[in-house]
């Protein structure tokens, strides 16, 4: 019997439209490619995700694209213009609710984030609590941060469905006993939910 639904936020509750920000804000292909690779690619995202302190992570950012600086703190600085709640979020919490279902969130989430765009978070009053991952130092795809969930909530991984847009978080979730969905658009995700829901006897 499936009692709880854990839900990623990121690409999943909450848009993150960064490709079309960047490019808008930016302009030029190489340019954004290189401004990419010092934000993304470099690794550090994941440290404000792990809680570290921003302005610290921001500096590696920049030492790892010294040509391009005023790029790089630009995107950082507006990076809230890319962010916003998934029109679909709060109906699909309600319905899930109203059902009897217990609805988490775990997620991969910075307090820079959280205080560049808060109203993309709007749903958060409507979920029974969650784990986002700056506040415990740990990130998904570790197994540590599903086990931290089960914890802190006394979940059964078998009575739980997860869902994220990200295969190999989709796949650490999957070790760690959970039903998953692999989130790629609403209806799919929400129609597959539907099928674990049904396929489980109460």
Known sequence: MIKTIVFDIGNVLMRFEYKSYVKKLLGDDDLIEKVNDAIWRTGYWNELDLGYDPELVFSKMLAAGPDYQNEIRMVIDNVGQCIGRAEYAKDWIKGLKERGFQILFLSNYSQYIMQAAPEALDFLPL??????????????????????LC???RLDPEECVFIDDNKDNIKAAQRAGFHTVHFVEFTQAKDELEEIIRGIPD
């Not at 784990?131 to 931290?148: A, E, Q, T, V, Y």
């Open 127 to 148: 979920m029974d609590g969650g784990i986002f991952s700056c506040n415990i130092g740990l990130i998904k795809p570790d197994l540590k941060i599903f086990r931290s």
């Open 151 to 153: 914890e802190e909530y």
